[in-house]
């Protein structure tokens, strides 16, 4: 028996048992079936491609709960990249990155530092909503990873500022806090082979959590634009 027949049998029967009319069945969320993911291409060249490779991607778990994979929006041109942790649920249902509450407070923070959401491109360490907004497991990012790995490629921006704890430690490949290392220039470890400089900071969804913590990232964005200059 399949496993919905089983579950509707099953279903069925406890109804009978309480002897109540059976009310419409519940839909069942059926998880997306695992196919066979497509291989790296041998050369991505454009934004298209990267958005082609990962498909109806099934690579992590995280799959199984997305509505939408939140690939990166933005200039594929851009000077400045952005980097967060993961999509909430607002990006869940919108397919784009950063468009909640913390998403708002990017924007201004774009805005203050002289640029529109447009001028720079925004992207995340992995694509699919983690459940409850958790962080991201290793096995999840060691996934994922490869396509920001060709995002970055392809825009090659001046700058890249790590939004948070989970964006430095994979781009930096560091174990440091967080608060160690944010407001100092760091390399791009993951991507040797580019000339980018990196700044860590605290992510938007923490400066709402903390406000004071904005006067700190607002000294971070002021020596992000000097590098830029
Ligand atoms: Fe694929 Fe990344 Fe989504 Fe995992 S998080 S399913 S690797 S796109």
Not at 29 to 40: E, H, N, T, V, Y
Not at 177 to 196: C, F, H, K, M, Y
Request: aromatic share 6%; proline share 7%; hydrophobic share 40%.
């Amino acid at each position: 028996m399949e496993k919905d027949e089983f579950l509707t049998s099953q279903y069925k029967k406890l109804w009978a048992e309480a002897g109540l009319e059976e009310p419409i069945r519940p839909r069942l969320r059926r998880a997306p079936r695992r196919k066979k993911d497509a291989p790296a291409p041998a050369s991505l060249r454009s934004m298209q491609s990267i958005v082609d490779w990962i498909g109806d991607c099934t690579r992590c778990g995280l799959c199984e709960g997305r509505n939408n994979i939140v690939i990166g929006d933005g200039n594929k041109r851009a000077e400045l990249m952005f980097v967060g942790e993961a999509p909430g649920a607002d990006e869940d249902k919108t397919g784009l990155p950063f468009v909640g509450r913390a998403g708002k407070l990017l924007n201004k923070i774009i805005e203050a530092m002289g640029f529109e959401r447009k001028d720079v491109y925004i992207a995340n360490i992995v694509k699919c909503r983690p459940p409850n907004n958790r962080p991201p497991q290793p096995e999840e990012v060691s996934a994922c990873i490869g396509f920001l790995h060709a995002q970055i490629k392809l825009v090659r921006p001046k700058v890249i500022v790590c939004l948070g704890a989970s964006a430095a430690k994979t781009l930096l490949q560091t174990e440091e806090n967080i608060s160690a290392i944010r407001g100092t220039a760091q390399e791009l470890v993951a991507v040797p082979e580019l000339d980018v400089k990196v700044m860590p900071t605290f992510h938007p969804a923490y400066l709402l959590r903390n406000p004071s913590a904005k006067k700190t990232v607002w000294q971070d964005m002021k020596k992000v634009k000097t590098w830029l200059a």
